[in-house]
């Protein structure tokens, strides 16, 4: 019964993770299974196989309510862009007010240089993610970025309260990045 509830759960969580706006870490919190998943995640070079038995249902769940949403927001994004677009727009704007806390201190120079480092990433990001250049470098520099904000937004996915999806969107590579692993679900089948 253990193995279809940690099913669900990671369901679940797969769900919030591609959802913007949405954390699937916060979900884990939950769910209450965050700390059996960290420990897990951090136990896995130790105990790889003692880690897999303990983890399987909820990587399962997570492969399975990842796709499933994948496919749900393709489909809603090609017949109600509009309303997917503003939906995520509103999601976006409500998950300002989870990080108002942050705005009590005092601003510091370091936090406007790294404000301003974030601002030059993520224009260069959109610029990169809409241009039609097609030449090797571009090529290139898109791969490493596309690497580094998979990194972030894994990062984040784990973090509660902060959405990796919400992170791919700010820097304008959700849609790529959804229709990319679409593609990829379509190769395999």
Do not use: Q
């Amino acid at each position: 019964m253990k193995i279809i509830f940690d099913l669900i759960k990671g369901f679940f969580i797969g769900i919030s993770n591609v959802i913007p706006g949405f954390s699937g870490g916060t979900m884990a919190v939950i769910l209450k299974c965050y700390d059996e998943i960290v420990i897990g995640i951090s136990d896995i070079f130790h105990h790889p196989i003692k880690t897999i038995k303990r983890l399987w249902p909820i990587i399962i769940g997570i492969v399975l309510g990842c796709i499933i949403a994948i496919y749900t927001i393709i489909y809603l994004i090609d017949n109600f862009p509009l309303e997917v677009g503003l939906l995520f727009c509103g999601l976006v704007i409500g998950t300002i007010l989870t990080f108002k806390d942050y705005f009590n201190e005092k601003i510091k120079i370091s936090d406007i240089i790294y404000c301003v480092i974030g601002i030059v990433i993520m224009a260069l990001s959109i610029i990169l993610a809409y241009t039609s250049i097609s030449n090797n470098f571009v090529g290139v520099l898109l791969i490493i970025i596309v690497f580094i904000l998979g990194i972030i937004s894994s990062a984040a996915m784990i973090v509660p309260g902060i959405s990796g999806s919400l992170v791919l969107m700010i820097f304008g590579f959700y849609y790529l990045i959804i229709d990319s692993i679409k593609n990829v679900i379509h190769s395999i089948f």
